[in-house]
Each structure stands twice: as C-alpha cells, then as structure tokens.
C-alpha cells in the first residue's frame, strides 16, 4: 500500500526524523539522570525502615523472653568460651535460644547494607563454599558463624551484623563478669572492660537493662547496627558498620525493649564501650 499524497502530491509518513529521535532520546536520558538518584535514596530509606522493623522486632522478642523469665531477664545467654567481652560476642546457642520468639535469620543482617564483607550475601556466598548449603534458617546460620570463629580458635559467635546489649556472663573471665556494664554484676576491675571502657553517660544512665524493672530499660538499647571504630578510643571519624549511601555515612538504628527504634544520624551517633580489651570502640 503506497502512503498517502500530501496537498502538494507528495507521499507523506508519519516517521520520525532522525533529529527528533535524537532530541527524544536526549530528554529520556536527562530525566533519568535526574530521577535515578531519588530511585536509588528511595529504595535505601526503604532498606532503612526493613532494619527498623526487624528492630522492633528484637524488642518484642526481649520483651517477650522476660515476660516468662522468672526473675524478668531479658535474653541473657552466657557466652560460650572467653570472649573479647564485645557487644556483638554470644554463646553459640545464642541463635537458637532467639528462635521461639521469632529472631529468623534474615534478622540478624541489616537490609541497608548490601556491599562489602558483614552482609548476607557474603556470608552466604561463604557458606556455600565451605558446606554446598545456602544460609536460610537460624541452624544454618548458627553452623556458619561456629565454623567461621572455630577457624579463628573461638568458641563463641561474633555477630557481624548487629550489636546485642543485654548484659551477659563470661564465665571465663577471673572472676566471671557481666558485660557490657550492668550494676552490681559487672566488675568495675574487670581486666577486659573496666568501668573507664564505658562512656561516663551510660553509667549514670544506669548501664543497660538486664530486667524490665531497671531504671535503663528506657534509657539504654538491647539492640543496634554493627557500628565501630577499630583501633579503640573515643573516634568516631573513621566509623565501620552502620548505613551509608553514596559512600556517605548516614547513622545507625537503636532499638529498645519496648518495640520502639530510634534513627541516630551522624552527630548523635556516640561511642558507649571499647571491647576486646580496649582495642574497638563500639558506637551508636
């Protein structure tokens, strides 16, 4: 079928030129240049908001815990082996004690951090090297996080991921101590974690809370992004862990017994305690 006679008796099509698919073109590529990053900030607060919500979940889950513990604990699980007295140190049953009251695997990663080692993604891709199984359930990750630190010679498990702050026993300790700081169960001369590790506002604050009756319940978190500073002291300019986007460190998530999260951005985030003998200074 030939196309259609303009007034003049040309042909005409309804083609475009080659310069109006250029401009096309020109101006698709401009508005998404525009618009991506708002997609890319978009879906990371989005990530955010995951990480919040498995946060309230953690306190529900302490909450939970306490509501049948006869003394009214929270989760405090002694350490299995001598730790480095770090918030993110837990016995090896740590996992599976936390499972009847819905700590999944998935919760023990923050959804915000999707690159680099400390993932789920990496240490997924390392189980599945070592063992030919992938990470789904909190047995998975329990046998993953034994072998990982049995390769280091630790009998205990380093959470990569979270920080826990209930205040918990090493037995292996001379005498056995409570850490991170509870009053009257933490030694003020512990040789790992001293009173003078702690930052002087979180003492006065009462430590953190072991019991829903303690003064610090409403104070002080039971949970928090990995956040760090290797090296210890009071730094916190060159911090590891917590949310970054676009290589910019943008604050960490603190979550409370009571279900509620609060977001810290960079100027409130605080060093609280420097662990394994003074050598990281663990931050939120």
Not at 149 to 170: A, K, Q
């Amino acid at each position: 079928m030939n196309p259609p006679r303009g007034p003049s008796g040309k042909r005409t099509t309804n083609a475009f030129t080659l310069l109006e698919l250029l401009v096309i073109i020109s101006i698709t590529a401009l508005l998404a240049a525009i618009l991506m990053p708002s997609f890319a900030k978009s879906n990371f607060s989005s990530q955010v908001s995951a990480c919040a919500s498995n946060f309230r979940q953690w306190g529900y889950a302490c909450a939970a815990y306490a509501s049948e513990n006869q003394k009214g604990y929270y989760p405090s699980f002694a350490t299995t082996g001598h730790s480095g007295e770090n918030v993110n140190d837990v016995g090896n049953n740590f996992l599976t004690n936390m499972a009847p009251y819905g700590i999944t695997a998935p919760m023990y990663f923050c959804p915000a951090r999707t690159s680099g080692n400390n993932t789920f993604k990496y240490d997924d891709s390392q189980w599945y090297a070592h063992s030919g199984r992938h990470i789904k359930t909190y047995v998975d990750l329990t046998e993953y996080y034994v072998w990982l630190d049995s390769m280091s010679g630790y009998n205990f498990i380093r959470l990569d991921n979270i920080c826990f702050w209930v205040p918990r026993l090493d037995p292996a300790e001379a005498p056995p101590n409570y850490y991170p700081w509870s009053p009257g169960l933490s030694n003020p001369a512990d040789s790992y974690n001293p009173i003078s590790c702690y930052n002087p506002i979180d003492i006065t604050n009462g430590g953190w809370p072991l019991r829903t009756s303690d003064p610090a319940a409403t104070k002080q978190p039971v949970i928090t992004d990995y956040c760090l500073f290797n090296g210890g002291g009071t730094n916190v300019s060159d911090i590891v862990g917590g949310h970054w986007f676009n290589n910019t460190f943008t604050g960490v998530n603190v979550g409370f017994a009571d279900g509620h999260v609060e977001m810290h951005p960079p100027a409130l985030v605080r060093w609280h305690m420097e662990g394994n003998g003074g050598l990281q200074a663990w931050m939120y």
